[in-house]
């Protein structure tokens, strides 16, 4: 079992839609992350939280820490959204804060 | 936001070749950066940890001979994949931490012939 698990994998939407990716995580974390990837491979760091909730624009951000989940938000989807979404843990035994646990990302395409 | 740049964005090489990527923090100093590779369709792989002024740390299964890591300066660190093979061809992807949060660089497309 991977330490940590995205779903969906694939998520299509029509535009306008309110989109919801999960990830949850099985190890004790200093922080998560949710990183986005665009088709040319280029990642951006969205959000790192380690509590609570977290909005910039239309996206939204909020982690569970005793249920070891988390959950990211689009708001008023539009096509540019299109990326692969991967969520990443730091845990607390990795030392360094770029030990990072991936996911296998879940890959949204939004439909004009 | 802070930034990280990578260069080249995309580079072929010959099998038996080296081949040097850098990673730079354009507006921030790094002490530490961490390099990953990513297999199509796959997750991010952490091959080694890099840090300024002594010997980068290497995640099992990475051979430290064949990708070497110079971490010479706070805002400067290099990938060298030494005699390369059809089976290095990957995404290779540096990040730094800065203010308390991880910049990924925008990753170097690597093909082997």
């Known amino acids: 079992k991977n330490e940590v698990e995205q779903s969906p994998q694939n998520l299509t939407a029509q535009e306008g839609e309110f989109i919801t990716i999960n990830c949850s995580y099985s190890?004790?974390?200093?922080?998560l992350h949710w990183l986005q990837q665009h088709p040319g491979g280029g990642i951006v760091s969205l959000f790192m939280?380690?509590?609570g909730k977290k909005k910039h624009g239309r996206l939204i951000a909020t982690i569970n820490i005793q249920e070891k989940h988390s959950s990211l938000h689009i708001t008023a989807s539009h096509p540019r959204d299109s990326a692969v979404y991967i969520c990443?843990?730091?845990?607390?035994?990795?030392?360094?804060?770029?030990?990072?646990?991936f996911g296998k990302g879940t890959k949204l395409s939004v439909k004009p | 936001g802070a930034v990280v740049s990578q260069h080249p964005s995309w580079v072929i090489c010959k099998s038996g070749t080296s081949v040097k990527i850098e990673c730079r923090s354009l507006?921030?100093?790094?002490?530490?950066m961490f390099w990953y590779r990513q297999f199509p369709k796959q997750s991010l792989m952490l091959m080694a940890t890099?840090?300024?002024?002594?010997?980068?740390?290497?995640e099992q299964g990475v051979e430290k001979d064949k990708f070497l890591i110079n971490h010479a300066s706070l805002t400067l660190s290099t990938l060298t994949v030494t005699s390369a093979h059809p089976e290095d061809s990957s995404f290779y992807i540096c990040?730094?931490?800065?203010?308390?949060?991880?910049?990924f660089g925008p990753g170097t497309r690597l093909t082997v012939t």
């Open positions: 190890v004790g974390i200093s922080a």
């Open positions: 990443a843990v730091s845990p607390h035994y990795g030392g360094s804060q770029g030990n990072l646990i």
């Open positions: 890099s840090n300024e002024g002594s010997k980068a740390t290497y």
């Open positions: 507006d921030f100093q790094a002490t530490t």
């Open positions: 990040s730094a931490n800065g203010n308390y949060e991880q910049y």
């Open positions: 939280l380690s509590s």
